[in-house]
């Protein structure tokens, strides 16, 4: 953290830095209400008092980042240590305080002492294959073999269909567990249940007040839930599976199951788990943090072949972040269940052999430039239809021949894009004509409650989700009706979460503290994603020695500042939006202030200093 005399800015009380920087919490960050993307510039979070821990030295002020970075994303002063090194001992609830989960452990424990035949039913991305994963490799390590059964995504569509578990049943298996599916499938439920199989169901998506018949349902998104369990809904079903995986092993101990043999090192799913918490968007606060940082450990070991293969198919050498779980390994995992077959995520994952898992992992890759090329093509013609829907409070897409298996990712750039919720939907995906649709919320939108209320008013044949994604299935006729239902449902948190819609800043350095070490001490504070978010810097004031576009739509800048100090600056996929034109076409020598992610650039001889920028603000 050296090369500039005053580096770093905070939004404290006292009189420490740069007393202009010290602007309260209704204030614009440097006077910056209207920036190049359109937002005012803000603490994320306010006035905070750090004066107390000032002074201390270089280690202090280490010390005093990480606690701001803390505290601005909720946490209490007095529970502080317990989120500055997140473990599963500090986070993990016991598994009993969720509803149905002894009675689920108990039936899977009885399947492993009975040696009963059991399938995992699992989704097809990338949620659905790691809690699969999961369970399969659980139950191997306490010596049952299980089946697997991942539907094909355009064939059979998301959740379990009755049709598929009564011939799972047909096929010998006493028990089925559905894992990132099942919640609300009623119908298929029923019918296992008419075919005398037991199904579990471990999900995490939205119920409905009524649920579905099932031997237990694990789900702390049930509406029946007490306090405890319904403040881990957060969790990803990798997560909720990883509860049953730990509820599991307790009750076989309690049995006696191990005293002849050795119990499965829980610790070693992690790897999993952080990979499905990572790539379902699942908010990274509380025990999800926990699980991925510790994850994020057991990753590092490349103990799982088919991980391993995972990651040296992604070209990381070294140990993966959070970033490459959802930017690397997540989408290639994904490309199977969406343009490829959708069982090659479960076989990679739970591989014994290494050129096995090798294959597959090339396979994987493969299938992902595939699935980018259809997305690209998708995405185009989607994006054509948005001028016309400005007045709408959710973004409706919806194209002949699209394919099913990229809506998701093109509604995620259509949200990105609009700053609303978005749905993008493959018309005639079946045999009758009907659309499957996928959505993308913002913060502040429940779209996933949305999706089910409209379900429930007749205006989809099929649908469901959480807050921020949803999945459905409708009549092309009813297409105009569900936009004008969701605007009279959504308009107003849609208008109130595009108002609170801010650049968000954690802290301000002068060019020359932009350096490596900082950057390893804003890691500290991590692992970030969905609901902690990673710290946002803003540095300046810079000019703009050189500004190019590079790759298909990304702008790189070479700035420098006052102070000496002289980085680069990259903003991906927007060199023909407002921010990047301007900024290729800044006047020669005007000033800056830049905010945006520092990260290493490791490409060189040693390690640099980037910024991957949010957004930009011209000084006068």
């Known amino acids: 953290m050296r090369g500039s005399t005053k580096p770093f800015h905070f939004p404290s009380k006292d009189g420490w830095g740069n007393a202009s920087l010290m602007e309260s919490r209704s204030a614009c960050v440097f006077g910056i209400d209207r920036s190049l993307t359109g937002k005012a510039w803000r603490w994320r979070g306010g006035n905070m008092d750090l004066s107390d821990s000032f002074g201390r030295g270089p280690a202090g002020l280490e010390d005093d980042i990480v606690t701001q970075l803390l505290l601005s994303r909720g946490v209490a002063r007095e529970d502080l240590e317990r989120h500055r090194n997140p473990s599963l001992r500090a986070f993990l609830p016991d598994p009993s305080a969720f509803r149905d989960m002894d009675a689920a452990a108990e039936r899977l424990a009885q399947a492993v002492m009975t040696n009963e035949t059991t399938t995992v039913y699992g989704d097809y991305d990338v949620d659905g294959a790691t809690s699969a994963a999961l369970l399969i490799l659980l139950l191997r390590a306490l010596g049952h073999q299980a089946r697997y059964y991942i539907p094909d995504r355009l064939l059979e569509g998301y959740g379990p269909s009755g049709e598929a578990l009564v011939k799972i049943a047909g096929e010998g298996s006493s028990l089925i567990v559905t894992v990132d599916c099942g919640a609300m499938a009623h119908e298929a439920l029923d019918m296992a249940h008419e075919a005398g199989v037991d199904v579990i169901v471990v999900d995490h998506h939205k119920c409905s007040p009524v649920l579905p018949r099932a031997t237990a349902l694990v789900n702390p998104n049930r509406l029946d839930e007490d306090d405890l369990a319904a403040s881990h809904g957060h969790l990803a079903a990798v997560g909720v599976a990883f509860l049953l995986a730990v509820a599991t092993v307790r009750t076989l101990r309690k049995r006696g199951y191990f005293e002849s043999r050795r119990e499965p090192d829980l610790f070693a799913l992690l790897d999993l788990v952080a990979l499905g918490t990572v790539a379902d968007v699942a908010a990274l606060h509380g025990l999800n943090r926990a699980l991925v940082a510790q994850g994020l450990k057991v990753m590092a070991k490349r103990d799982n072949i088919g991980m391993s293969a995972l990651i040296d198919a992604s070209r990381l050498g070294r140990a993966p972040t959070c970033s490459d779980l959802g930017f690397a390994l997540g989408p290639r995992i994904n490309a199977g269940g969406r343009v490829g077959e959708s069982t090659l995520g479960v076989r990679l994952l739970t591989s014994t052999d290494v050129d096995e898992a090798r294959d597959i992992a090339a396979q994987l890759s493969r299938l992902n430039d595939e699935r980018r090329s259809i997305e690209q093509a998708v995405q185009e013609m989607a994006e054509a239809q948005i001028e016309r829907q400005h007045n709408r409070a959710v973004i409706i897409c919806a194209g002949e021949g699209w394919?099913?298996?990229?809506?998701?990712?093109?509604?995620?750039?259509?949200?990105?894009?609009?700053?609303?919720?978005?749905?993008?939907?493959?018309?005639?995906?079946?045999?009758?004509?009907?659309?499957?649709?996928?959505?993308?919320?913002?913060?502040?939108?429940?779209?996933?409650?949305?999706?089910?209320?409209?379900?429930?008013?007749?205006?989809?044949?099929?649908?469901?989700?959480?807050?921020?994604?949803?999945?459905?299935?409708?009549?092309?006729?009813?297409?105009?009706?569900?936009?004008?239902?969701?605007?009279?449902?959504?308009?107003?948190?849609?208008?109130?979460?595009?108002?609170?819609?801010?650049?968000?800043?954690?802290?301000?350095?002068?060019?020359?503290?932009?350096?490596?070490?900082?950057?390893?001490?804003?890691?500290?504070?991590?692992?970030?994603?969905?609901?902690?978010?990673?710290?946002?810097?803003a540095v300046g004031p810079v000019r703009i020695v050189k500004a190019d576009v590079v790759g298909a739509d990304h702008l790189r800048l070479i700035v420098s500042g006052p102070d000496g100090g002289r980085f680069k600056a990259m903003a991906f996929r927007s060199a023909e939006t407002d921010m990047g034109q301007a900024l290729l076409h800044a006047t020669h020598g005007r000033k800056l202030w830049l905010a945006g992610r520092a990260k290493i650039d490791d490409w060189g001889s040693r390690p640099a200093a980037e910024l991957h920028l949010d957004d930009a603000a011209f000084c006068d």
């Open 403 to 537: 394919h099913p298996g990229v809506i998701g990712i093109v509604a995620g750039r259509i949200k990105e894009k609009t700053g609303k919720p978005a749905l993008v939907i493959a018309l005639g995906a079946d045999d009758a004509g009907n659309g499957k649709g996928s959505g993308r919320s913002i913060s502040g939108v429940d779209l996933g409650a949305a999706i089910i209320a409209a379900r429930e008013a007749g205006l989809l044949q099929a649908g469901g989700g959480h807050a921020m994604a949803c999945g459905l299935t409708i009549a092309p006729d009813k297409l105009d009706a569900l936009s004008d239902w969701l605007d009279d449902r959504l308009a107003a948190d849609v208008s109130l979460a595009s108002a609170n819609r801010h650049m968000l800043l954690d802290l301000a350095l002068a060019p020359g503290g932009l350096v490596p070490s900082l950057i390893e001490t804003l890691e500290s504070a991590g692992p970030y994603g969905m609901g902690w978010p990673g710290p946002r810097v």
